[in-house]
């Protein structure tokens, strides 16, 4: 393992066994960055009072265990270690995470099977910024556990199925189907329920076949079937030009709907009811997980089947993680799920443990997605009060980006190109960010600065070291060094490259792209610092240091390249 602190807190331990004994070697050596070295071990405060020791000979002891040690260790106040990491040992490592295909990122042993439930749009409307963030979230989870070695199963759960696609269906006939999928397919999707629900509301006939469709619709009518795949169809040939454009990795193998459990719905309540999980209350089938409780301190239910013998959300959600666990062998499940059904999904795990259904060996998690908001820290709308299209604000940030970049001497063709990079970029890496449970503010005027933590500032730092290697002549691959370490910039880039691997790792075992953008962020900094500071190509420039620093130059490309990867944000050759 590369990454500095993994090492030091290994080391550390190791000293710590050595100096008190083994039963204090799964101490925590509380490795941290330090202002006055690379960094600071606070163990020796917390070990002390259960050793009944002063800490800073505590510190002291621990100094002297350890051995073989890449650096040099000085005790500092009432019990620090500082920790000044040797440049040969960076220089070393540094060189070995440049030769590697993976840049120090381990593989997960063994290798767990990941079901990703993530964008979920209503099929009966339009798909609008609300799908945005957990779309991208739920993507880059999906980047980050493949890249791993997991397998991943993604989930795109539609809602494709329930009473409005009566009025639907019936709307589809009335305008007749070729003009229907034209709408569809346009995305107009919002218009055509709207259209549906006045005529639904305000004619009482249609309202009648409406209810009928409904019906020859859960009975698996051959035609009612027919005419909601053309719905469906179409409906689906739009979303996949938003995935597309968004250049996410959801396909139509990963369509799982709530029409695919609406099969599986009697026997899951056949089945709870016979267990014992479920009980009849009001009419309804309940499930009352411990430790729910409503305003009125009674027992909370989880409804699975309603009084009317209806099914919603719950239904399905539990015949989705039965199939989950029991189909799909899942080892881990997440629900990249807005947060305000917090509640509902807490709800649904409890349940599925009291059924049974979801075994301790089992992980199931809500990745909770907060709010999108405007700039005057609203629910993100219209100036009229309606959901932005999804694909009219892509248009926008790809509208924006081309203005940007309209005056620096590009054909057509790559301003077209880089615009489409830098926009979906943009609007990618706002997102991710910021952590994906806080509500966050959609400023197209900050995600499209070439400066600060946004897209468009790592796409422009891979592109200032492109520009480099072009100007040299030779590829990045080619660049092989050695890395040699000889002014504070170099070492301090080469210091933070060290720990991608293991960063990696923790992004996706958190579930937090955003610590993924924020040591994208510090490497582009110090990048900018290194760019100021030395120079690489200038005849003055030793050949010897020349190579050094093109070495370091493609090792950082190749970090920035690769987590952008992972963050499905793309990266343009030239900006």
């Not at 891979?462 to 040699?484: M, N, V």
Request: hydrophobic share 40%; proline share 5%.
């Amino acid at each position: 393992m590369t990454d500095p602190q993994i090492v030091l807190t290994e080391r550390v331990q190791q000293a710590l066994a050595h100096a008190f004994g083994p039963e204090h070697a799964d101490a925590d050596p509380l490795i941290r960055p330090s202002q006055f070295a690379d960094f600071q071990a606070n163990v020796a405060m917390s070990l002390a009072k259960r050793l009944r020791r002063a800490p800073r000979e505590v510190a002291e002891a621990i100094k002297g265990a350890l051995s073989d040690f890449p650096g040099t260790v000085e005790v500092s106040g009432p019990g620090f270690l500082n920790i000044t990491l040797d440049d040969s040992w960076i220089e070393s490592e540094a060189q070995r995470v440049l030769a590697d295909p993976r840049l120090g990122v381990g593989s997960i042993t063994p290798s767990q099977t990941v079901v990703i439930d993530y964008s979920a749009p209503n099929a009966a409307k339009e798909m609008h910024v609300g799908h945005l963030r957990t779309t991208i979230v739920g993507d880059s989870l999906a980047r980050l556990h493949e890249h791993l070695g997991n397998t991943v199963i993604r989930q795109n759960h539609l809602g494709d199925w329930g009473t409005p696609f009566g009025m639907l269906i019936e709307h589809l006939l009335d305008i007749g189907e070729e003009t229907a999928v034209e709408q569809l397919e346009a995305g107009m999707g919002t218009e055509f329920y709207q259209a549906a629900r006045v005529k639904f509301d305000g004619d009482e006939a249609f309202k009648q076949r409406a209810r009928v469709r409904v019906t020859t619709l859960q009975s698996g009518d051959p035609e009612t079937m027919r005419l909601w795949h053309v719905f469906m169809d179409a409906t689906v040939r739009y979303f996949n030009k938003v995935y597309q454009l968004l250049g996410v990795t959801l396909t139509d193998a990963d369509l799982a709907g709530e029409s695919m459990y609406n099969p599986m719905l009697q026997k899951t309540c056949d089945d709870l009811e016979a267990s014992g999980a479920a009980v009849i209350s009001d009419g309804a089938l309940c499930v009352f997980p411990p430790g729910f409780t409503g305003s009125d301190d009674k027992p909370l239910p989880l409804i699975i089947r309603k009084s009317d013998g209806g099914y919603g959300y719950a239904s399905t959600d539990m015949a989705a993680i039965r199939y989950r666990v029991h189909d799909l062998k899942a080892d881990r499940i997440l629900y990249v799920v807005g947060s305000e059904q917090a509640l509902h999904f807490r709800m649904v795990f409890a349940a599925a443990q009291v059924a049974g259904w979801l075994p301790d060996t089992v992980s199931a998690e809500h990745v909770q997605i907060g709010m999108m908001l405007g700039k005057d820290g609203r629910r993100f709308k219209t100036r009229s009060g309606e959901s932005i299209k999804l694909m009219d604000l892509l248009q926008e940030a790809i509208d924006r980006a081309t203005a940007a970049i309209s005056d620096r001497g590009y054909d057509e063709a790559t301003r077209s190109e880089i615009a489409r990079a830098v926009g979906m970029g943009a609007v990618k890496y706002a997102d991710l960010s910021v952590s994906h449970d806080s509500e966050y503010v959609l400023d197209f005027d900050r995600m499209l600065a070439f400066t600060g933590n946004t897209g468009p500032y790592m796409q422009y730092a891979t592109a200032r070291i492109r520009s480099i290697f072009r100007r040299a002549g030779i590829e990045p691959s080619d660049a092989k060094g050695p890395i040699l370490l000889g002014d504070p910039a170099e070492r301090a880039l080469a210091l933070h490259l060290l720990g991608f691997g293991s960063l990696v790792g923790q992004a996706a075992e958190q579930s937090e792209p955003h610590r993924l953008c924020a040591f994208l962020y510090e490497t582009s900094s110090l990048l900018s610092t290194f760019y100021e500071q030395c120079p690489v190509l200038r005849p003055e420039v030793p050949p010897e240091t020349r190579a050094s620093r093109l070495a370091l130059c493609a090792l950082t490309m190749a970090v920035l390249e690769a987590g952008l990867d992972l963050l499905g944000v793309p990266v343009p050759e030239r900006m």
